[in-house]
T-cell receptor, first 111, second 115 residues
Framework: QKEVEQNSGPLSVPEGAIASLNCTYSDRGSQSFFWYRQYSGKSPELIMFIYSNGDKEDGRFTAQLNKASQYVSLLIRDSQPSDSATYLCAVRYSSASKIIFGSGTRLSIRP | EAGVTQSPTHLIKTRGQQATLRCSPISGHTSVYWYQQALGLGLQFLLWYDEGEERNRGNFPPRFSGRQFPNYSSELNVNALELEDSALYLC??????????????FGDGTRLSIL
């Protein structure tokens, strides 16, 4: 089992709809969870981070964390073509001094 | 506030040569992380430096090494370059250690191509 798993996609969503991206992790003691957006050929850009169970909203983005089920998700409301990118989930493991990245989900917003 | 800066942007080497990549963290950040991202693949953790010390390394051979300077900038050295070392090398910094909850912020990366 991979430490951090994401569906590679591509996930195709019509413009204006809600895009839902999911991530599962294996370390039950994980404390911090991050979502990054990466455009092709560019470096990852931090979108959101979440530490506590529940929802955290920032503009059109909502991160959802469920530690009991070991998943974290990212919702993008009113999807725009500029949201088309690869979204990386990252988890800080409790037992290792490093952050583990998932392989990313490619999101495509169709006009 | 200036972000994480990396140099050079591109680097072309041949097999067997040595490469040096440089990174300057965001002002006030003491932790620097290095990642390798091969084409179409995810981020692979390479090294973590904090306060001048190597704190952790990923599953990479010893020919991948680095250091952190007193001003918290960092170098990544790759010796005896192999074709599969061709990748985007990303540097990130954070204001705390990886045991804190502070997120990492990435530079634009150095694209290393091995001919």
């Amino acid at each position: 089992q991979k430490e951090v798993e994401q569906n590679s996609g591509p996930l195709s969503v019509p413009e204006g709809a809600i895009a839902s991206l999911n991530c599962t992790y294996s370390d039950r003691g994980s404390q911090s969870f991050f979502w990054y957006r990466q455009y092709s050929g560019k470096s990852p850009e931090l979108i959101m981070f979440i530490y506590s169970n529940g929802d955290k909203e920032d503009g059109r983005f909502t991160a959802q964390l469920n530690k009991a089920s070991q998943y974290v998700s990212l919702l993008i409301r009113d999807s725009q073509p500029s949201d088309s990118a690869t979204y990386l989930c990252a988890v800080r493991y409790s037992s290792a001094s490093k952050i583990i990245f998932g392989s990313g989900t490619r999101l495509s917003i169709r006009p | 506030e200036a972000g994480v800066t990396q140099s050079p942007t591109h680097l072309i080497k041949t097999r067997g040569q040595q490469a040096t990549l440089r990174c300057s963290p965001i002002s006030g950040h003491t932790s620097v992380y290095w990642y390798q991202q091969a084409l179409g693949l995810g981020l692979q953790f390479l090294l973590w430096y904090d306060e001048g010390e190597e704190r952790n390394r990923g599953n990479f051979p010893p020919r991948f090494s680095g250091r952190q300077f007193p001003n918290y900038s960092s170098e990544l050295n790759v010796n005896a370059l192999e074709l599969e070392d061709s990748a985007l090398y990303l540097c990130a910094s954070s204001s705390g250690t990886v045991f804190s909850n502070q997120p990492q912020h990435f530079g634009d990366g150095t694209r290393l191509s091995i001919l």
